[in-house]
């Protein structure tokens, strides 16, 4: 009885919700409009601004055939290749003169990114601090990845969701001295040597324009699995991996412990998340490669309370910031709270790096998500269609190939003015309907699998309307993606 209640209150609710967007009228939203200023100022500078494609060397042939257009010469298209560092150090040079010599064949930009700490299979000599049967034992390893506690323990897998959840080497421990004294190595004896030849190569054939820049790291924050979806839930129940939020270790190294805690917990790991990202660049800087050509990579999407990752930490002297600008959670309206922590930074040029308009739950069209970046100050602007599974990739590429984007590619490419269109009601409204469907169907499948939703249900109901009711578009759409990613549904095309 208790879960069908659930499941018509579910009902109820969803017809409540769509009633009250159907109030609201069919006037578009108003969004930030970019300081005139430095709008002003950007207009007349000589640096060219990129739109660029995460591809391999050998896709650029069709790149450049899809898109049809390689730029004005102020605004030039590109492409950028990723590193997993640790794993694929051996080859790092190599990788990187085969990414030059193809910007220099086809007269194309070009973007190198460098994962410092996702990717680190191949290395158990730093991680593998729990077992003795496998390579690189070492208990005194157990400082280099993260912990869940302040006695412990030490983590021994990572889960990580970019299309479908996977298990992964420890989270690392980015306050480890050993591992910064990798980084150190990996980033001055490994990548630079050979990326200022390259820099330097493209210097001397007065093709300088072809660099857009360097990447660095890939979204670090701290994991938290308080509240894993289903699937994740599942592989933790499997593993033996007991709930909760990761940072312990790197707090540790920072002086706080039982006895002294961090005032606040997420500001705190928050400043690690850019003091580490502002460690990363400065190596790039003191090995001799341009400030104004490094760009972090800081998710802003999810709640800082969830990531310990906030806006802010993109922000460094060695470096612009970058972000992904997937236009959901946070972003879903506008880039509103990117342009005011760029405004108290001095609105410094900045970089989209992982970018996609149609990313699940983005609604915006193609011409007005590239007039959120180009439009305020963005340099760069990095499409990305990679991710685990079939499912996700499939749609990136789909979205990122569309008739509807290559046209707003070409009016950039071509030094046309983007026309931002703020979200009509309509629009919205379509875009809460099919998220309450998938709401829905997650009710469903909990109440057959025997599960109750109420719990969820009531969490909904309780945040939901009011918001609606006061116009918080944003903050509603962020209860009930909550509420999706606590049932484990994938929200529907």
Same mark, same amino acid.
């Given at each position: 009885?208790?879960?069908k209640?659930?499941? @018509? &209150?579910?009902? /109820? &609710?969803?017809?409540?919700?769509?009633?009250?967007? %159907?109030?609201k009228?069919?006037?578009?939203?108003?969004?930030?409009?970019?300081?005139?200023? +430095?709008?002003?100022?950007? #207009?007349?500078?000589?640096?060219?601004s990129?739109l660029?494609f995460?591809r391999?060397? =050998?896709?650029?042939?069709?790149?450049?055939?899809?898109?049809? +257009?390689?730029?004005d010469?102020?605004?030039?298209?590109?492409?950028?290749?990723p590193?997993s560092?640790?794993?694929?150090?051996i080859?790092?040079?190599?990788?990187?003169?085969? +990414?030059?010599a193809?910007a220099?064949?086809?007269?194309?930009?070009?973007?190198?990114?460098?994962d410092?700490?996702?990717?680190?299979?191949?290395?158990?000599?730093?991680?593998?601090?729990?077992?003795?049967?496998?390579?690189?034992?070492?208990?005194?390893?157990q400082?280099?990845?993260?912990?869940?506690g302040w =006695?412990?323990?030490?983590a021994?897998?990572?889960?990580l969701?970019?299309?479908?959840?996977?298990?992964?080497?420890?989270?690392?421990?980015? +306050?480890?001295?050993q591992?910064?004294q990798?980084?150190?190595?990996?980033?001055?004896?490994?990548?630079? !040597?050979?990326?200022?030849?390259?820099i330097?190569?493209?210097k001397?054939?007065?093709k300088?324009?072809?660099?857009?820049?360097?990447?660095v790291?890939?979204? !670090?924050?701290?994991?938290?699995?308080?509240?894993?979806?289903?699937?994740?839930?599942k592989?933790?129940a499997?593993?033996?991996t007991?709930?909760?939020?990761? #940072?312990?270790?790197?707090?540790?190294?920072?002086g706080?412990?039982?006895a002294?805690?961090?005032?606040?917990?997420?500001?705190?790991?928050?400043?690690?998340?850019?003091?580490?990202v502002a460690f990363?660049?400065?190596?790039?800087?003191?090995?001799?490669?341009?400030?104004?050509?490094?760009?972090?990579?800081? %998710?802003?999407?999810? !709640?800082?309370?969830?990531?310990?990752?906030?806006?802010?930490a993109?922000?460094?002297?060695?470096?612009?910031?970058?972000?992904?600008?997937? !236009?959901?959670?946070?972003?879903?309206?506008?880039?509103?709270?990117?342009? /005011?922590?760029?405004?108290?930074?001095?609105?410094?040029?900045?970089?989209?790096v992982?970018?996609?308009?149609?990313f699940?739950?983005?609604?915006?069209d193609?011409?007005?998500?590239?007039?959120?970046?180009?439009?305020? #100050?963005? %340099?760069?602007? %990095?499409?990305? /269609?990679?991710?685990?599974?079939?499912?996700?990739?499939d749609?990136l590429s789909?979205?990122?190939?569309?008739?509807?984007?290559?046209?707003a590619?070409?009016k950039?490419?071509?030094?046309?003015?983007?026309?931002?269109? #703020?979200?009509?009601s309509?629009?919205?409204?379509?875009?809460?309907?099919?998220?309450?469907?998938?709401?829905?169907?997650?009710?469903?499948?909990?109440?057959?699998?025997?599960? =109750?939703?109420?719990?969820?249900?009531?969490?909904?109901?309780k945040?939901?309307?009011?918001?609606?009711?006061?116009?918080k578009?944003?903050?509603?759409?962020a209860? @009930?993606?909550?509420?999706?990613?606590? &049932?484990?549904?994938?929200?529907?095309?």
């Open positions: 009885m208790k879960r209640t659930a499941l @018509i &209150l579910g009902t /109820v &609710l969803i017809v409540a919700v769509l009633a009250v967007v %159907a109030m009228n069919e006037s578009p939203r108003a969004l930030p409009v970019a300081n005139v200023k +430095t709008a002003t100022a950007l #207009g007349s500078q000589k640096e060219p990129y660029l995460w391999a060397p =050998d896709q650029v042939p069709e790149l450049i055939k899809s898109i049809g +257009t390689q730029g010469g102020r605004h030039l298209l590109g492409f950028g290749v590193c560092t640790f794993e694929q150090e080859s790092v040079p190599g990788q990187i003169r085969l +990414t030059f193809t220099r064949k086809y007269n194309i930009a070009v973007m190198v990114h460098f410092f700490h996702v990717a680190w299979k191949s290395r158990p000599d730093l991680w593998n601090w729990f077992d003795p049967n496998k390579p690189g034992y070492n208990p005194a390893n400082q280099n990845v993260e912990w869940y =006695d412990g323990p030490p021994k897998t990572r889960y969701n970019w299309g479908v959840t996977e298990r992964m080497p420890p989270p690392m421990c980015f +306050t480890s001295k591992i910064r990798e980084w150190t190595r990996l980033i001055r004896e490994v990548i630079s !040597p050979t990326l200022k030849q390259e330097a190569a493209l001397r054939e007065g300088e324009r072809l660099f857009a820049g360097v990447l790291g890939s979204e !670090p924050m701290f994991d938290n699995y308080m509240k894993p979806d289903p699937e994740m839930e592989m933790m499997a593993d033996g007991a709930k909760g939020r990761l #940072g312990y270790r790197s707090l540790m190294n920072r706080y412990s039982k002294n805690l961090p005032k606040n917990m997420t500001e705190t790991l928050g400043s690690i998340t850019q003091e580490t990363w660049c400065k190596q790039f800087a003191d090995a001799g490669i341009p400030t104004s050509k490094l760009y972090p990579h800081v %998710a802003p999407q999810l !709640p800082e309370q969830e990531t310990g990752a906030p806006v802010s993109a922000f460094n002297k060695w470096s612009r910031p970058g972000w992904s600008t997937y !236009p959901v959670g946070v972003l879903g309206d506008s880039f509103k709270p990117l342009y /005011v922590e760029l405004q108290k930074h001095g609105n410094p040029r900045w970089a989209g992982e970018s996609n308009a149609w699940p739950g983005g609604s915006v193609w011409e007005t998500y590239l007039g959120w970046h180009y439009n305020h #100050g963005a %340099a760069i602007v %990095a499409i990305n /269609v990679g991710a685990t599974g079939t499912e996700l990739p749609r789909k979205a990122a190939f569309s008739p509807e984007a290559i046209k590619y070409h950039f490419l071509q030094g046309g003015t983007l026309k931002e269109t #703020g979200l009509t309509k629009q919205q409204g379509a875009r809460l309907q099919s998220k309450m469907k998938t709401l829905q169907a997650g009710f469903k499948v909990w109440q057959s699998s025997g599960r =109750d939703p109420s719990p969820i249900v009531q969490e909904v109901t945040h939901l309307q009011p918001l609606l009711q006061e116009g578009i944003a903050e509603a759409e209860v @009930i993606d909550a509420a999706i990613k606590k &049932l484990g549904v994938k929200e529907a095309k």
